[in-house]
């Protein structure tokens, strides 16, 4: 179980982290979620900087690496095991939600068109947001189709 001391030292673990990278966070903020039933404690950590394109790579693929490995840093130097969620300059907040306006347009298209509509390759969390946003629709159905760095949404009608 995170506790609120152990905020503070994920906050200058992270700093240290960034610093031996040679990026200069201009600040960071961390805090936790855990619900009942969840497996483990969530940690988010919202970070800005002046240059985030170093951090967070083409298509956030940097972002995701660096999350993985202060991740395992983290659950280390803390001895607990938790899950890390690294945002930085909202990137990720953005992604999301230019993802969820992506999946309502596309399937009111589907419906629309009653044509079936391939998604870009994508990696699984981003996935999982399309699946989640449509989930509760009765008029199309998602699927993701195909094999690894090419695996990809269908929206179909239904």
Known sequence: MIEESDIKK????????????????????ADFSSAQGEISDVVSLNIKLDEPQILIGQGGQTLSEVQ????????????????????????????IEYLKRLAKDLAQEVVFNKEEKVLFPMPAYERRIIHAELADRTDIATESQGEGQDRHIVIKPK
């Open 10 to 29: 994920i906050k200058g673990a992270a700093n240290e982290f960034f610093e031996k990278m040679t990026i200069t966070a201009l600040s960071i903020e």
């Open 68 to 95: 993985r490995i202060l991740r395992m840093v983290l659950n280390k130097k803390l001895q607990k095991i938790f899950y890390l969620n690294i945002d930085i300059n909202n990137y990720k907040s953005q992604k």
